[in-house]
């Protein structure tokens, strides 16, 4: 929803910038602004409109998620790494923040 003095709706602007805005936070504190943004999208009335700003939120670590799948596909080793481990789990922790304020219409992602 737009308020009158916007350009555009606020939550268009956060998931514009979602990655300068997480880049310094801890994971945790990715998880907890992906709920709080998730909240948002889950008050968006219009249900198309929704499922686009669902795509957008989860675009980057369902990017991150598509990545090292590809990379495991090539090479499994990638998944005994650490790093990548804990990337993973990020990655579905970020989901679960989103599944969990949005509810039953985030099943489609």
């Known amino acids: 929803m737009q308020q009158s003095e916007e350009q555009e709706p606020f939550i268009d602007e956060i998931l514009q910038l979602l990655h300068r805005i997480t880049v310094n936070l801890s994971p945790q504190q990715v998880h907890t602004f992906y709920e709080a ?10 249900k198309p409109q929704q499922e686009k700003l669902i795509a957008k939120l989860m675009e980057l670590p369902n990017n991150t998620w598509d990545s090292l799948m590809a990379q495991a596909a090539q090479n499994m ?33």
Do not use: E, T, W
Not at 37 to 46: G, H, K, L, M, T
């Open 37 to 46: 943004v998730s909240y948002i999208i889950s008050a968006q009335p219009n």
């Open 77 to 109: 080793d990638v998944l005994s790494n650490l790093d990548n481990i804990k990337i993973l789990s990020n990655v579905l922790k970020m989901n679960m923040s989103a599944c969990l304020s949005i509810g039953s219409f985030y099943l489609p992602r």
